[in-house]
């Protein structure tokens, strides 16, 4: 019997407003300022999201929504030979980012969804820590 995917969740406040903050989840010179060495993205519906997260280990899917400046969604899975991140699939899971203004800033949200039990750990951990960098990334490059 297959496990039911699982979900988490994160949040983080960045003291600039959505629009700024937009910028940095698919301009590729602004998203390598917070994850990722290379980036090849396409930030529409259907377009090309590609990122080398860690050496050799590229997340790939395909954008689903882009709405500027509070909601972008694509599809996340791994090329990769790491047998944890193996787990996942090319476009396999879904990442979900929405922005809503708060306190003269932006609450970021993050929901990842259809994630095979195994790979939610990992997951937390590294969402945790490259959302963790990306409200400094915002404000050192204002």
Same mark, same amino acid.
């Given at each position: 019997? &297959? ?29 390598? &300022? ?13 377009? /090309?999201? /590609? ?10 899917? /395909? ?21 944890? $991140?193996?787990? *996942? ?17 932006? *609450? ?20 945790? /820590?490259? *959302?963790?960098? $990306?409200?400094?990334?915002? $404000?050192?490059?204002?």
């Amino acid at each position: 019997m &297959k496990a039911d995917p699982a979900v988490l969740t994160r949040e983080v406040f960045i003291a600039a407003p959505p629009e700024i903050v937009f910028a940095f989840l698919t301009d590729p010179r602004l998203m390598a &300022k917070w994850i990722g060495l290379s980036h090849q993205l396409e930030p529409h519906p259907g377009g /090309r999201f /590609r990122v080398e997260v860690s050496r050799g280990n590229f997340a790939r899917g /395909r954008y689903v929504e882009v709405k500027p400046p509070t909601r972008v969604a694509f599809t996340w899975g791994w090329e990769s030979g790491d047998s944890t $991140l193996a787990m *996942l699939p090319p476009g396999a899971s879904l990442v979900e980012i929405d922005l809503e203004p708060r306190d003269g800033g932006s *609450l970021l949200r993050l929901r990842h969804s259809r994630l095979p039990p195994d790979a939610v750990d990992i997951h937390g951990e590294r969402w945790s /820590r490259y *959302l963790g960098r $990306l409200p400094s990334a915002v $404000l050192d490059s204002a």
